[in-house]
Structure formats: structure tokens, C-alpha cells
């Protein structure tokens, strides 16, 4: 008999919340408390593992745990490799290399000679082997980018997700080095034993973030206007149009991407849309 399903999971920094918040859109029921490290979900035949970041990927790498939650500079930074089953939508941030204001360096051939402070070493020795670039590798965990303060190093590679860390400490990046969020990622052996269980918990979770960039739209119009409204709002495939009580009237219902709302709905108005509702969607599977 095989084990309970093992899931691993951020216990806290910024990819905590979300990525509990996104569980339990996705319909898992659990309790969790700070000094839980493993959870049982009430309503599917699943644990949850509440660990470091860090360690998700070594973990999940290990078959310790069947699915984990990490982001995708953890993921390479460890150099193992694990499929990525969905990228998740948050916790996006970029690896940048940063040098202090008044620094010459304009380019990661400039860094030649530099001491460089992160808690990415690998992935900072990579880039500048890539370029050519002989550069000292600093490794630290936390406050990275106070080290060109303190004398430690002449620059930094470190995360950066509103750029407001390298402003306040008088930084500015020179290049971004790789582009991160959160992803799913999945033992290979669990993949290849029990691939109905982990593409379950992988479809419901894509259907969240799916949902997140979508909006529901239901307006009303005159049967005229449809054509022009349809070309406005195409949807999935194409609106459905519904007749209504009122002679000449119908409902128009559609899928359409949430960015799209801002500059889509004066246009509705201008071409004839009216009493128009825009709704949030929970889950989508396209």
C-alpha cells in the first residue's frame, strides 16, 4: 500500500501566505498553525509539509515529498533537476547583479576583479563564467545588500521584486540575471508511480491561477449591437448570446482577461452594452 501523498510548502517569507491562500482556493481544507511542520488535508488524501524554502526542492528531490511549492531561483540555484508541473503566478521577482551608485560598472564584463555578495552563489558563478568574467563569489544569507556598505563586497547579486531594497541601500542593477516565481514542482519518481494523484492536485491549482486572470463578463444589449460587442469581447471561443424577455434584447456572457477590463468596458458602453457585470472566477479549466 502506498503512502499518503506528501506536499511541501513554504513555512514562512513571501511565499507562505499565497501559497496557502492558493491551497485553499483550490478546495484543500486544512488547519495550520506556526509550530505545525506537517498537516493532514481533511478532504483529500494528502499532507502537508511546512519547511523552508529552501529545502523544498532537496526534499521533493529526495522523494521525502511527492509535490512541493518553491520558487524558481531555489530551483536552479540547487542545480537539481525536477519537472515543473505549473508555474503559479506569484512571487515573482528577478535575480539581479547590483553595484553601489557611484559605481563605473555598467555591464557584467565591468564586474572583472569584483567581490560579489549573495545567497545565490551558484547561479552568480554561473553568469559570470558564462560572460567570462573572473569575479570572488561571496556567499551570505541575509542582509545581501548591505555588504558593499560594510566593505564586504563591490557588488551583489540578490532578489529583487519592486527594485525600493536597492534604492534604499544606494544600489543600482547593472543586469538581471534570472526572472523567478513560484512554481510547482514534482518528484520524478512519485510522477512516473502516481501520475493520476499529483496531476489532480496540479489541475486544481493551474485552475486557480487560470481563474485569477480572468474575469466574467454578462451584459445586456440590443440585438444589433452584438456583432460589434462580440468582436469586442470574443472569449474562450466566442460569447453566448442569450434572447431576453424584452423584444430586440439579449444577454451577452463572456470570459475575458482581467487586464483587458480597464480599457474594455468604455468600449462596451460606447458600443451599446449596458447593465454590464463583472465577476470573479474561482476556477477555470480551459
Known amino acids: ?167 534604499v541601500n544606494g544600489l543600482r542593477r547593472v543586469g538581471t540575471i534570472l526572472e523567478s516565481q513560484a512554481v510547482l514542482i514534482a518528484d520524478p519518481a512519485a510522477l512516473r508511480d502516481r501520475p493520476s494523484e499529483l496531476e489532480r492536485v496540479a489541475t486544481a491549482l493551474q485552475a486557480v491561477v487560470a481563474g485569477r486572470l480572468r474575469r466574467y463578463l454578462v451584459l445586456n444589449a440590443a440585438l444589433g449591437s452584438v456583432p460589434r460587442i462580440a468582436e469586442l469581447m470574443p472569449g474562450m471561443e466566442s460569447p453566448t448570446v442569450v434572447p431576453l424577455a424584452e423584444d430586440g434584447m439579449v444577454a451577452i456572457h463572456s470570459v475575458v482577461s482581467r487586464n483587458d477590463i480597464w480599457s474594455l468596458l468604455p468600449e462596451l458602453k460606447a458600443a451599446g452594452a449596458r447593465d454590464i457585470l463583472v465577476l470573479r472566477i474561482e476556477q477555470l479549466i480551459p
Open 1 to 167: 500500500m502506498s503512502r499518503v501523498m506528501r506536499f511541501a510548502i513554504p513555512n514562512k517569507g513571501r511565499l507562505r501566505e499565497p501559497t496557502v491562500a492558493l491551497l485553499r482556493e483550490a478546495g484543500l481544507v486544512f488547519e495550520q498553525t506556526d509550530r505545525a511542520l506537517s498537516v493532514r488535508v481533511r478532504n483529500v488524501d494528502l499532507d502537508l509539509l511546512f519547511v523552508r524554502t529552501e529545502d523544498i526542492v532537496e526534499l521533493v528531490g529526495d522523494s521525502t515529498a511527492d509535490l512541493g511549492i518553491t520558487g524558481q531561483d531555489s530551483l536552479a540555484e540547487s542545480g537539481i533537476d525536477l519537472p515543473v508541473m505549473a508555474e503559479l503566478g506569484y512571487g515573482r521577482c528577478e535575480l539581479v547583479a547590483a553595484v553601489p551608485k557611484d559605481s563605473t560598472a555598467e555591464n557584467a564584463e565591468d564586474f572583472a576583479g569584483f567581490r560579489i555578495a549573495t545567497a545565490h552563489p551558484k547561479l552568480a558563478a554561473s553568469f559570470f563564467a558564462r560572460s567570462a568574467v573572473d569575479v570572488t563569489v561571496i556567499p551570505l544569507h541575509g542582509s545581501v545588500e548591505v555588504a558593499p556598505k560594510l566593505g564586504v563586497a563591490d557588488a551583489i547579486v540578490d532578489l529583487v521584486s519592486t527594485g525600493t531594497t536597492l534604492l
